[in-house]
């Protein structure tokens, strides 16, 4: 699949007709809310894991030299916390840009700390994408991290506020925080 997905997530009528859609986030959407939005609310979806799987051509890192940023893996009986966004739909122009590297709007149910749930939207980018990644240590990914750099700065501004917002939101990401660990020993050398 192409690493633009500008056009394909343009296409998604699930939600057509509504006024208001629930938006997951669980990467830089936790952290960096550059939209509008009527409600936030923490939020989790079951079954999906967060890895920093995923290459990063435009925002924390280049095509020659991608970043790692974080996607979902399916996974039996994992919980991915996060934060949920309630938007109109006119928003999705800017998140398909900005999410344009390789990530799909998937539909996909959420519950909020309360215990309701609703159906939303996710943007996912799935291994078929050119610039998926895939599996490595947590330490190469630490050093991965600590080389890359992009447009929107530094790889490790990046998984550092990403833990940070997760401490805030008082969920632990054994994932997360082990690459955060990694990346601190290689830069107090
Ligand atoms: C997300 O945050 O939900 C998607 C991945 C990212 O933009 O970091």
Redesign the pocket.
């Known amino acids: 699949m192409t690493a633009n997905t500008i056009a394909i997530n343009q296409q998604m009528d699930k939600f057509d007709g509504h006024h208001s859609v629930w938006?997951?986030?669980?990467?830089?959407?936790?952290y960096?809310a550059d939209f509008p939005y009527l409600q936030r609310r923490a939020a989790s979806i079951d079954g999906w894991t967060r890895r920093f799987w995923?290459g990063s051509h435009d925002?924390r890192g280049t095509p020659e030299a991608p970043g790692r940023?974080?996607?979902?893996i399916e996974e039996a009986g994992a919980i991915c916390h996060?934060m949920a966004y309630l938007i109109t739909p006119d928003v999705f122009a800017h998140l398909d840009h900005?999410?344009k590297n390789g990530?799909l709007r998937l539909a996909i149910p959420m519950t909020f700390d309360d215990g309701d749930s609703v159906d939303g939207l996710?943007?996912?980018?799935t291994p078929d994408n050119t610039a998926f990644l895939g599996a490595a240590s947590e330490q190469e990914i630490a050093a991965h991290i600590a080389r890359a750099t992009g447009p929107s700065g530094p790889n490790s501004d990046?998984l550092n506020h990403?833990a940070h917002a997760l401490r805030e939101l008082g969920r632990h990401d054994r994932h997360v925080f082990e690459i955060e660990r990694h990346l601190a020993a290689l830069q107090s050398k």
């Open positions: 938006l997951f986030g669980y990467g830089s959407l936790i960096k995923q925002h940023v974080v996607t979902l996060g900005r999410e990530y996710a943007y996912i980018a990046y990403l």
